[in-house]
C-alpha cells in the first residue's frame, strides 16, 4: 500500500471521527481522489494515524437540568483495500455488524470500476489513484466488492445481525 494511500486513509479517518453526529439515517457516498507525488514525511503519517486511533467515542451534553450525560457517537468501520500490480491487499472477507457505519478505502493501479454488489454502489477510479466507498451495513448477507470490468474480486462483504 503506498505511502500517499495511508496518508489518504489516515485524513478520511480523521474527517470521520471530527465530522461524527451520530445521525443513524443511511448514508451512501463514493469519492475519487487523485494522489500526489509527494507525501509528507513518515512522522506525519504516524502522528496522523495515532490521532486517528485514539479519537474519543462519546460526546459530553448538559440539558437543561445541568446534569452530564453521555451520548454515543457510532464508529466509523474502516478498511482500506488496494490492487498494485496485479495483486489485493486489505481484502478477504470483511465482517461488520449490521447496521454500523462502514468506510472502503480502494486503491487501484489500474483504471477501473469498485462495485460492491447487493448495495449497488459504484466508484469509478482511474490508474493511481485512490478512491472511498461510505455506506450503512443495512442489508444483511455476503456481498462482493469487486473491479467490475477486470472482474478481480476485492473483498467479500459479511454484514450479520
Known sequence: MSKAFRIAAATALLALSACSTGDTATMTTATTTTLPDAAPS????????????????T??????????????????????ISYVGGEVTGGGRIEVPLGEPVQLLIESDIADEAHLHGYDIYLDLDAGAAGTIEFTADIPGIFELELEN????????????
Open 150 to 161: 477486470s472482474r478481480v474480486l476485492l473483498a467479500e462483504l459479511e454484514v450479520s445481525p
Open 42 to 57: 513518515t512522522s506525519a503519517v504516524s502522528e496522523t494515524t495515532t490521532t486517528a486511533l485514539e479519537s474519543t467515542t
Open 59 to 80: 460526546v459530553e451534553t448538559a440539558p437543561a437540568s445541568d446534569v452530564p450525560t453521555t451520548t454515543s457517537v457510532p464508529d466509523v468501520v474502516a478498511f482500506a
